[in-house]
């Protein structure tokens, strides 16, 4: 037996419910207050299209929003002024890098012909020495103008983003190219 003696509880307060003013809506009034979300799987085949057209059209608007380089729709990597500089910078010159991919088909398509084919062995190995070399001298380049024109801003990452994007066919860049060859940056 503990000789602690025992606590003996407290008496609280009665609660008295709050008057609320007004009577208790019939679950059926209250379950038509809720708005159904647009993101519940459709009922119907009609609801179903209707869900499906607006997926597909807010998709391209986003889509091309990124392509036009709007700040809001790109992507993290593609976010900030520095980075808008880098790409018009890549944009407004042509590179070997950029000619990397098509150089690489023709040279598989030219290594089938025979009498070409021992000479041809030889270039794809040049190609990506160019290509490498050409990518090291823009990231130099590219962190200098950066640190010039950006002093606040970090450079880190940028010369890697700049080849990487050098190395896209100008078609394919996303976001599109909003210089051409030879404009002068701003």
């Given amino acids: 037996m503990s000789t602690t003696p025992k606590k003996k509880p407290r008496k609280t307060a009665a609660k008295t419910p709050a008057v609320k003013g007004k009577a208790t809506p019939k679950r059926k009034d209250a379950q038509a207050k809720l708005v159904v979300n647009s993101m519940a799987p459709a009922t119907n085949k009609e609801e179903r299209r209707k869900q499906k057209e607006l997926q597909r059209s807010s998709r391209r608007e986003s889509r091309e929003a990124f392509m036009r380089g709007d700040e809001n729709a790109l992507t993290p990597r593609d976010r900030g002024a520095a980075r808008r500089f880098v790409r018009d910078f890549v944009d407004t010159r042509r590179s070997v890098a950029e000619f ?10 030219l290594s ?9 062995v030889n270039l794809p190995p040049i190609l990506f020495i160019v290509a490498i070399i050409e990518g090291f001298v ?7 103008e950066v640190a010039e024109r ?4 970090s450079a880190k990452g ?28 701003s």
């Fill in 150 to 153: 950006f002093p606040n801003e």
């Fill in 138 to 144: 823009l990231s130099r380049r590219i962190k200098k």
């Fill in 112 to 120: 089938n012909v025979a009498p070409l084919a021992k000479y041809i």
């Fill in 100 to 109: 990397l991919l098509p150089g690489l088909l023709v040279i598989v398509l």
């Fill in 158 to 185: 940028l010369g890697f983003y700049a080849w990487s994007r050098s190395t896209m066919i100008r078609r394919m860049r996303a976001p599109r190219p909003q210089k051409k060859p030879g404009d002068k940056l």
